[in-house]
């Protein structure tokens, strides 16, 4: 019975901020992301023989907070498919967690395809990318390998809020390099951020409205591989998303020293004729999109930024996968 | 004839980004500035028996830009009032130019003073504000002491648009830290900036829709004395403020790595109950509004930032006068 599944986190180039639904996470504009191979969780789900669940997160006991996120979200699978078995969950993230590198969103990915293995429920990726929505947003994404959208949907139940696939993992060979300044947990939740800043922010109804023409730049630029289109609308979208934090009232600010550091380097970069482009969630971290033909001079460059403390160079990743 | 006039720079507390009118810089907003003691320009103006003007700038001959703009400023009141005589002119600032902290308001207002001086042509402030908006937009503001609010006017002649002072200086006995991260010229001029970012910034609209309610806020927290009000709307208006030039595009970042440190640190100082809050204009540098009975703790605590050139403590400064 038992199974493990391996899912990649994601990072978006269109990016989700702001809930139409807070218990559903449906979100409130379309979101377009890339999968990368080198972030990601491994979960181990089997029936566990006794009379609660048992979660090992990390190597260890989770925390009550985490374990009964997790319970939760199985219950959602137990509820609608009248299962009564107990599970032990092992779960492992081989990076930081909530950190803005997107842990939740491998980190339910994962889980719902365990889920669906160890109850044998033969669901369809975008049944499994409903529920991993509604254990975190993005993690709907996380389902998918390659470039995937989140399309919001409209219906109030959350039934068409779900990702599809744009283009497979080995349609677009491109880099990401995650640049790490701070890997310690951020103050503010995105969930309370997000919250916070559709509440209050005189900016985000010019965010929405002027979402539908980064998607349509970035979903063809990924089918044309124009690194530049993706990458110009990418560092606008993230520019946007920042300024209605910025703007949420009291503000929301992510970004450390260093984040500001690494946004001049990759201007230096461009203007030196390297292209490479930046974005950034809700953290200080840093995420460059680049060709691999860059890496090296890129890698160089980043790495002489005072107050880094690691970077991870990605490729574009897989599916979430049974090992 | 010889007259020299000292004026104090400004800087505001409710910014102005954005006019309706290049030549005659009419705003497209209100704003509100404090008048600061320490950071000031010297000009002496006088008859020059000669066939042309010579500008002396910071003690040399201006450069052929500087020195034009001058003329032409000077020519507006020969034109005016039908005047012949060439000038003299020689213009002294005690800080580092086109910096982002003011310079050309300081200069603009001294020179307008000391030409009506030396011309002898009796203008009320409220016609000298004018004159000074000419030569540089926020220089309407530094005619006054104290506090001063920029009336963006309706007019398309610009006749209505001009400062007038809210309180003297003796009004609110309150500092005004100048934060100096970098004085080199910025890359970007404020006239290119405000431009770009009203053609292209999405958010510009909402900069203009929610400014009535921070210039109220600020004005009644003005009055009222209170640090509070005034700190909160200051916050929030420069943060709105550069989240326009975040998302203009290209994309305007005027802050540095320093620029954060030092607004991170305004929030600890914050949280330790040390009451304080920050602006920045279209430079790097941090200006920190504060009671003098936290003078010398903020002074300690900013002064452990690093990447910190120098600081300077303000007061509220006072109208340009004749010296």
């Known amino acids: 019975?038992?199974?493990?599944?391996?899912?990649n986190t994601n990072i978006a180039l269109v990016k989700y901020w702001g809930k139409k639904d807070e218990n559903l996470k449906?979100?409130?504009?379309?979101?377009?992301?890339?999968?990368?191979?080198?972030?990601?969780?491994?979960?181990?789900?089997?029936?566990?023989?006794?009379?609660?669940?048992?979660?090992?997160?990390?190597?260890?006991?989770?925390?009550?907070?985490?374990k009964n996120k997790i319970i939760k979200?199985?219950?959602?699978?137990?509820?609608?498919?009248?299962?009564?078995?107990?599970?032990?969950?092992?779960?492992?993230?081989?990076?930081?967690?909530?950190?803005g590198l997107a842990s939740s969103a491998s980190g339910f990915a994962a889980l719902a395809k365990s889920i669906n293995e160890v109850f044998e429920l033969n669901l369809s990726d975008i049944?499994?990318?409903k529920?991993?929505?509604?254990?975190?947003?993005?993690?709907?994404?996380?389902?998918?390998?390659?470039?995937?959208?989140?399309?919001?949907?409209?219906?109030?139940?959350?039934?068409?809020?779900?990702?599809?696939?744009?283009?497979?993992e080995n349609y677009w060979d491109i880099r990401m390099?995650?640049?790490?300044?701070?890997?310690?947990?951020?103050?503010?939740?995105?969930?309370?951020?997000m919250k916070e800043t559709v509440e209050t922010s005189p900016f985000y109804p010019a965010w929405l409205d002027t979402i539908e023409n980064d998607l349509n730049n970035v979903r063809q630029g990924i089918l044309d591989k124009d690194l530049e289109k993706v990458g110009i609308t990418m560092e606008h979208n993230c520019l946007k998303m920042h300024s209605t934090m910025f703007t949420t009232r009291p503000a929301i600010i992510y970004w450390k020293p260093a984040t500001l550091a690494v946004i001049n380097k990759v201007y230096e970069l461009r203007k030196l004729g390297v292209e490479c482009y930046f974005t950034i969630d809700a953290g200080p971290n840093v995420k460059i999109l680049y060709d691999q033909n860059n890496s090296e001079k890129i890698?160089?460059?980043?790495?002489?930024?005072?107050?880094?403390?690691?970077?991870?160079?990605?490729?574009?990743?897989s599916s979430a996968l049974i090992i």
Chains 1, 2 share one sequence.
């Open 1 to 7: 019975m038992k199974v493990t599944v391996k899912a």
């Open 26 to 66: 449906i979100p409130l504009n379309n979101s377009i992301s890339m999968t990368l191979d080198k972030l990601y969780t491994i979960t181990t789900s089997d029936i566990f023989d006794n009379d609660h669940d048992q979660v090992i997160f990390n190597n260890k006991d989770a925390s009550e907070i985490s």
């Open 73 to 99: 979200f199985v219950d959602l699978f137990r509820n609608e498919y009248k299962r009564k078995e107990k599970l032990i969950i092992k779960t492992e993230n081989n990076f930081p967690t909530a950190s």
């Open 127 to 129: 049944e499994l990318s």
């Open 131 to 168: 529920y991993a929505r509604i254990g975190s947003g993005s993690a709907c994404r996380s389902i998918y390998g390659g470039f995937v959208e989140w399309q919001k949907g409209n219906r109030d139940n959350g039934e068409d809020s779900y990702a599809i696939q744009l283009v497979k």
């Open 177 to 193: 390099m995650v640049v790490i300044i701070d890997d310690k947990q951020k103050d503010k939740s995105s969930t309370d951020g």
């Open 299 to 317: 890698k160089k460059e980043i790495m002489s930024v005072s107050d880094i403390t690691n970077l991870i160079e990605c490729k574009v990743g």
